[in-house]
């Protein structure tokens, strides 16, 4: 399993702990990155839920976290990583109240910590620059942290910058070859890269390290899962459900591979398993998430509707704003796949004005007014509306560009080879495709339709044959996997 990309992209990982009374010291480069607590207890406390977390079992880790801050309410450390925590277990507004804990204490911890805090702040506001800076002065103070190193790794890996993640965590694992989670990472960023006898060697290693733990068995089968091979990676999670019966990714796992060798109702059947067990709210939104994309993937849109307005009455219900922001915005997205072009408008603006009224920062406000952008360029361009899409994806490109975001720029590069296509102009659209998010099939299966409409077949194919078989556990996979595997069908 790999963790879901706010964790990665904002806390990432824990660092080594060393109990310091003295605040705001400076780590001289032979020490490894200390932390701040008055309490030996805390200490011990937040070691325990730490190790859980490397584990991916954040939600077991929760409890840990909690108790070393009674210890010690100062702990800025253990606010930061149970936001994380919370967030992995699907619970938004517990990341929130715990990180801004965290935040209100960053002048009283030490230089590793601060900048530390202070990264994780600039990924939620969306400033990957300075966050790139501030996790290498990290790495900079701190050469020989096996976890800054891999917190850069993980860094790198979320800009997609797959080369750059590997050799960052490969000097984790210079620095300590038993430092079990870098050897997950290493493995989804080769097999991003298409690298699967490298992938393989990479989590074999991670299950020799921790052999009774079902994170590598729920890792590897992920891999073969992209590779087709559907039902040995049902083996392989039913490995990892061995070892523990609540490992909710693993029923995720085996749903996804009973979909993609078309027996849908099965596969729901593993979501309403991880439902009927799911511990917290969060966790609950997680499983009727997946039993949307099982509805979207088979075209009953009507469904996925309806799984997503139960999530939403369980975020409503604890008033978990982030959460139905982003089901409202996904009940946009359902429509608008339908041609409900005005429902889906209305859903999208309900979506930013939920989050104007809340106490969210003003950067996840701006990204809300952001993201309507790119989607009323969107329904302009479905209602054959040239100029308002053209106009809207030009005042999202100077947003984009302005916050110097590369993720965000290749939605405006989506966004242009869209318009590109619809205009028939197959060439502009394969340029501007190619420079959009490749980790996103709704771009290969777009990438096929330009290459079909400029009359190469060789090239059409290739890119149908990708969206097609895709094979990850994917949102937007769903809306194009039985379109392209029909498209291949046809030819």
């Known amino acids: 399993m790999k963790t879901n990309r706010l964790v990665k992209s904002i806390l990432l990982v824990t660092v080594t702990v060393f109990v310091l009374t003295a605040i705001g010291c400076k780590a001289p480069k032979e020490v490894e990155i200390p932390i701040t607590t008055s309490s030996d207890e805390a200490l011990t406390l937040y070691k325990q839920g730490r190790d859980l977390s490397e584990r991916l079992r954040s939600y077991e880790s929760i409890q840990y976290y909690e108790k070393a801050i009674t210890k010690d309410p100062n702990f800025a450390r253990a606010y930061l990583d149970l936001a994380s925590a919370h967030s992995s277990a699907g619970n938004s507004k ?53 976890r800054a190193h891999y917190n850069l790794g993980l860094y790198y890996f979320i800009q997609r910058e797959y080369p750059a993640a590997i050799e960052e965590i490969k000097k984790a694992i210079e620095i300590d070859p038993d430092f079990a989670p870098s050897y997950n990472e290493l493995g989804y960023a080769y097999s991003n890269l298409g690298n699967y006898p490298e992938a393989e060697k990479a989590l074999k290693k991670y299950t020799k390290l921790i052999p009774g733990e079902p994170n590598p068995y729920d890792s590897w089968a992920e891999i073969l899962m992209k590779q087709g091979k559907f039902d040995e ?43 009927d067990i799911a511990p917290t709210d969060g966790q609950r939104r997680q499983a009727l998430f997946w039993m949307m994309v099982s509805y979207i993937d088979e075209g009953k849109f009507d469904k996925a509707l309806e799984e997503l307005q139960k999530g939403y009455a369980i975020a409503e219900k604890s008033n978990d704003v982030v959460a139905m922001r982003w089901d409202l915005w996904r009940m946009g997205d359902i429509l608008f796949e339908t041609g409900k072009l005005d429902e889906a408008k209305a859903k999208y603006l309900k979506s930013v004005e939920i989050i104007e009224k809340s106490d969210r920062p003003k950067e996840i406000k701006d990204d809300a007014k952001q993201v309507l952008l790119f989607d009323e360029a969107r329904i302009a361009l479905e209602k054959e509306d040239l100029a308002t899409a053209k106009s809207k994806a030009e005042e999202f490109r100077e947003l984009v560009e302005s916050g110097h975001d590369p993720l965000e720029i290749q939605f405006y590069h989506e966004l242009a080879g869209m318009i590109a296509l619809r205009e028939k102009r197959f060439d502009d659209a394969l340029k501007e495709l190619q420079q959009a998010n490749q980790r996103n099939p709704r771009n290969l299966y777009r990438m096929a339709q330009a290459y079909e409409g400029k009359g190469d077949k060789e090239n059409a194919k290739e890119m149908w044959t990708k969206a097609a078989n895709f094979n990850e556990r994917n949102y937007s996979y769903a809306f194009i996997r039985n379109k392209a595997k029909k498209k291949l069908a046809e030819m």
């Open 233 to 275: 990676s049902i083996e392989t999670y039913q490995k990892a459900l061995s070892l523990k019966s609540d490992f909710f990714s693993a029923y995720v796992g085996v749903g996804m591979n009973l979909i993609f060798k078309g027996k849908p109702d099965e596969g729901r059947k593993e979501f309403q398993k991880f439902y």
């Open 94 to 146: 517990g990341f929130w109240e715990n990180f801004n804990k965290a935040v209100a204490l960053v002048d009283k911890v030490s230089e590793g910590e601060r900048l530390r805090i202070l990264g994780a702040q600039a990924g939620v506001n969306d400033n990957p620059t300075k966050q790139k800076e501030l996790y290498q002065k990290l790495v900079e103070l701190y050469p020989k942290d096996k």
